[in-house]
């Protein structure tokens, strides 16, 4: 499988790889120190996390993209249509920009969530809930 980021995903399949053989020939045997891919999985972790303040970086510029798309849309409206103008092409690229903005952040990635380190503590045996 995989990673969420494409430029992540070599790192990934390393760690899968480490994890794999980690789990077949030491957790399965009862040996639970996991210690052997903990440097993979922080260096792929890190990959993630750049990845992630990115995509952070782009939905706080959708609050921007739909600032301008209004204030286009609403000289439009006013400038035109009204006029009987039905042409609406001028704010068109606007609209699709902040349309493809707006489904990055419909995803609702929180910054509290990238920041959670898992590996080494006690939440890193927990079950997802």
Do not use: R
């Not at 980021?5 to 390393?14: A, F, P, T, W």
């Not at 760690?15 to 993979?40: E, H, I, R």
């Amino acid at each position: 499988m995989n990673s969420i980021g494409e430029s992540c995903n070599e790192l990934k399949q390393q760690y899968d790889v480490c994890f794999q053989t980690w789990f077949s020939d030491k957790f399965l045997k009862g040996d639970m120190n996991d210690s052997m891919c903990a440097p993979l999985f922080k260096v792929y972790q890190s990959c993630l996390k750049v990845l992630l303040f990115l995509l952070i970086i782009i939905m706080e510029s959708c609050s921007q993209l739909k600032k301008h798309y209004d204030e286009c849309f609403n000289t439009w409206f006013s400038e035109k249509f009204l006029k009987g103008d039905t042409d609406d092409s001028s704010c068109s690229s606007l609209l699709q920009t902040y349309k493809e903005c707006k489904a990055i952040k419909d995803n609702k990635i929180e910054i509290k969530d990238i920041e959670v380190n898992h590996l080494g503590t006690d939440n890193e045996k927990l079950p997802p809930s």
